[in-house]
């Protein structure tokens, strides 16, 4: 089967053939630098850092371009807030924005611009527009004339002359039409601003996208990611712009990850309904949280809860302990010791049932269902001691856990991961270990003098704790539920 991706520009699943054969280049819009990340951005992250990884597991070169809008009303405006310079507010939420990230497992992209470092590319691709008549001059701001622009709402389906008729757009006399957006805003007193051809100002917000993209892709590259939020009006206003500047359309696939919701509205600041992910690592693993945002099919909205996110620490927590003791069972084993290793991985069923899912428009919902079904198989083979069982279960443990590093999970061994999710567990629960310890060396002293009702009341508080006990051979074993 080959690849498919829904291409929102069609509105349909496409069949994935590379501008240049065995190529990819992807862009995706980053993040305005002025605040921490919130579990929106977590979303887009993981979805197109995935899709990445997945086009290198098909020995695609990808060349992924994500960018930092690191000049805007909402930075100036922070900077005015906390009193500093918006160079400094982009220093410490770009900083921030890394710290988030590698803890999720995401991998840096080949390019990461900043729209401050483009200039002269915005520059450029404004007075192309000025000369063609498709953009125009008014007050010192350069405005996009939509009307120039045949094709544009295509992208979101939206009609122009209802759009015109009710455009939420505050009057503004220095445009010939409301739906006119800015390319280039004449500087306001106080404001950062760089010299241009129209006076002193600044870039529109989507003009750097465009310029951006063109510079590191070429006129026409693969695929334009983001969130569903940037379909209208940043995605459409970027077709328009980029097609008037070079007559191509610049991009091939248009893929857009859906929102997370809580109480069944989008997640967002402007709401105040958002958590940022550093509030979520308070309390979860970001190894949990990744695995949660894609048990879901990348477009579909997602619920975020505690119950959701309690449910994907339980399920990850399974799939290290399943790893943990596949790994135990093969470790005398390696890629020379077994024939056409490499082979037998890449054809074995979970390899192929994994790629069948992800080929089917990335769908990560279906390709976490099979590794939950194969973890059950290999537990099982676990307990297999033949020699041929053992090398069976060392390609399959490989080609499961090929799957789940695509997918950005198991990059820590099982003793780390125990390790760090137990002192999450027990920071946001301020739990007190030495009375765990006691009432488990209770409970064995009652178990020992078989004073039964003693022993289960130990347990009980135990479990009322959310501490579950196993007893071993080597004695009682405890984790936090």
């Not at 829904?6 to 630098?33: D, H, S, W």
């Not at 579909?300 to 119950?307: A, G, L, N």
């Not at 939950?372 to 053992?390: C, G, V």
């Not at 999710?421 to 739990?431: C, E």
């Amino acid at each position: 089967m080959s690849l498919l991706i829904f291409n929102t520009l069609t509105g349909k699943k496409e069949p994935f053939v590379p501008l240049r054969e065995n190529q990819i280049g992807m862009y995706v819009c980053g993040v305005t630098a002025y605040d921490y990340c919130h579990v929106g951005h977590a979303r887009a992250a993981i979805v197109f850092d995935t899709l990445s990884r997945y086009f290198q597991h098909l020995r695609y070169k990808v060349r992924f371009v994500r960018n930092f809008t690191d000049i805007d009303d909402k930075i100036i405006n922070r900077a005015n807030e906390e009193g500093t310079d918006w160079r400094e507010v982009n220093r410490k939420y770009i900083a921030a924005f890394y710290e988030d990230m590698e803890k999720l497992n995401i991998a840096a992209p080949t390019e990461e611009p900043k729209a401050t470092d483009h200039l002269p590319e915005m520059l450029d691709m404004i007075q192309s527009l000025v000369n063609q008549d498709k953009a125009y001059e008014s007050e010192g701001n350069i405005f996009y004339a939509v009307k120039s622009f045949d094709g544009y709402g295509r992208l979101s389906g939206k009609n122009i002359a209802d759009l015109r008729a009710g455009a939420r757009v505050k009057i503004n006399k220095t445009k010939r039409d409301p739906l006119d957006f800015a390319l280039w805003k004449k500087s306001k007193p106080g404001e950062p601003f760089w010299e241009s051809p129209w006076g002193p100002g600044r870039p529109g917000w989507h003009i750097e996208c465009s310029a951006m993209s063109k510079k590191y892709l070429g006129d026409t590259f693969d695929i334009h990611g983001g969130g569903k939020d940037l379909v209208f009006p940043h995605h459409e206003n970027e077709i328009a712009q980029s097609c008037g500047c070079t007559g191509k359309q610049p991009v091939r696939y248009w893929m857009h990850n859906g929102f997370v919701n809580i109480d069944k509205e989008k997640m967002s600041k402007s709401r105040g309904n958002f958590f940022t992910i550093r509030e979520v690592y308070k309390k979860y693993h970001p190894e949990v949280l990744r695995l949660f945002l894609i048990s879901s099919h990348y477009r579909s909205p997602i619920d975020f809860s505690e119950k959701n996110l309690a449910d994907a620490t339980t399920v990850l927590s399974r799939f290290y302990e399943g790893l943990a003791s596949a790994r135990k069972k093969t470790a005398q084993l390696n890629e020379e010791s077994i024939p056409n290793f490499r082979e037998k991985v890449n054809a074995h069923p979970v390899t192929k049932k994994f790629e069948t899912a992800m080929n089917d428009d990335l769908n990560t919902a279906v390709a976490v269902a099979c590794m939950n079904e194969e973890l059950r198989n290999l537990n099982s083979a676990a307990a297999n001691e033949s020699a041929s069982s053992l090398e069976k279960l060392a390609v399959a443990t490989t080609a499961w856990e090929t799957a789940g590093k695509i997918l950005g999970l198991f990059f820590l061994t099982p003793e780390k991961f125990e390790e760090e999710l137990f002192a999450i567990k027990n920071h946001s629960r301020n739990l007190d270990v030495g009375k765990i310890e006691k009432l488990i060396a209770r409970r064995k002293t009652a178990r020992q003098s078989k004073n039964w009702a003693e022993a289960d009341r130990c347990r009980d508080e135990l479990n009322a704790m959310e501490v579950v006990i196993e007893d071993t051979a080597s004695g009682t074993e405890w984790k936090l539920r």
